[in-house]
């Protein structure tokens, strides 16, 4: 009876849109039933597969599936997103000013971010597999938030331009520099955020001797509207192709801003893997943003999350690689805190799995 009920609505809404003498273009049914229908897209060489719900684009789709796929500037100029349709349709959603050659057109390339499926699609495109794939890019954001997230931790959210969004993997950093009251600020941060949200990006920012840009984002000298250069992506704490057994992540204070884009993607990838999180705060009252890690607990079947609290970084090394279990097969570990935490985490858990780790 649902079933019935929901194509006799569609039924009755394709027939308002076409009776309409507004636009009589038969686009406008086209228009409709995409909004509620999903292609599955098939890649090729890789074979990853994923859906593409309603309209969107099959870039936007790609991202949100947590895939890595050649891009630029998302809006149909550069070129960099162009891929070669295998088989089945797809429709132009976008405005593009990319030229494509002859031999390009005949050969049936299209931009991925400019076109939607018309039902399933197989596509050969480019997918970064690694660090190297990316390049350093600079784009120049704005401030759009600057949140507490404790007393000595910031969120800054900075979004970039529709036209030079920021392409990076999962666990990278990236440098940022600010000119404030004439005088130039940088710092390097791990990026917080997914990658499958290229505008906009988080960082979670910590007062500490010594980072001049921290100072000025606690003491109101950055502020909303102003414009922050971001220049990387760098470093390889990434996952690095398929995820192909469980994940630990060992994260201590602001270790967890890496982990967080690490833990966001591999749950975009819906690989369906066991996932372990050790959480470790050195500051009283647990790690300030331990309820963004109970929600991953509460809503993921295969989600074990661990908190402790510690007097100082060795102790909470020392008490994270107490608390996992013996490995699975397979597994691979991610640690991310500071140096005094870092060190003796990998050191205890080295002769158990693999083990990357980042030193925030």
């Keep these: 009876p649902a079933l019935q009920e929901l194509g006799g609505l569609l039924e009755q809404g394709l027939s308002e849109v ?25 890649v090729r060489p890789s074979g ?22 050649s891009y630029g500037c998302g809006n149909g100029t550069c070129g960099l997103c ?23 057109k005949a050969q049936g390339y299209v931009l991925l971010c400019c076109h939607a499926p018309v039902g399933d699609l197989v596509v050969e495109m480019l ?21 507490p997230l404790s007393g000595g931790v910031a969120q800054l959210h900075l979004q970039t331009p529709r036209t030079n969004r920021l ?3 999962a666990g990278q950093r990236v440098s940022l520099g600010a000119n404030l009251g004439g005088s130039d600020f940088s710092a390097e941060y791990p990026v917080a955020s997914c990658p499958c949200d290229d505008r906009n990006i988080l960082f979670h920012v910590a007062t500490q001797t010594g980072d001049a840009f921290a100072a000025r984002v606690f003491d109101g000298s950055l502020k909303v509207g102003d414009t922050v250069t971001i220049h990387g992506p760098f470093g390889d704490f990434c996952l690095n192709g398929d995820v192909t057994g469980p994940l630990v992540f060992v994260a201590c204070d602001t270790g967890f801003a890496p982990v967080q884009s690490l833990i966001e993607h591999a749950i975009a990838l819906d690989a369906g893997h066991p996932i372990t999180l050790v959480l470790a705060s050195t500051s009283p009252g647990g790690h300030y943003l331990a309820r963004q890690a109970r929600a991953w607990a509460d809503a993921l079947d295969e989600f074990v999350l661990l908190g402790l609290e510690a007097a100082d970084a060795t102790q909470a090394a020392t008490e994270a690689a107490r608390m996992l279990p013996a490995a699975l097969p397979g597994s691979r570990a991610f640690v991310a805190g500071p140096a005094g935490f870092v ?15 980042d030193t925030v």
């Design 167 to 169: 392409r990076f993997l």
């Design 343 to 357: 060190g003796p985490a990998c050191e205890a858990l080295s002769a158990r799995m693999a083990v990357l780790a």
């Design 127 to 147: 997918e970064a597999g690694s660090p190297g794939d990316i390049p350093e890019q600079t784009v120049a954001a704005k401030v759009r938030a600057i949140t």
């Design 18 to 42: 076409l009776g309409s003498e507004e636009r009589p273009d038969a686009l406008v049914a086209m228009d409709a039933m995409l909004r509620v229908m999903a292609a599955q897209v098939s």
């Design 82 to 104: 162009k891929a070669r349709v295998v088989s089945g349709e797809t429709r132009q959603v976008q405005h593009s000013d990319y030229v494509f050659s002859a031999a390009e």
């Design 48 to 69: 990853h597969e994923f859906l593409v719900e309603g309209a969107e684009t099959v870039l936007k789709a790609a991202l949100r599936a947590g895939l890595a796929p």
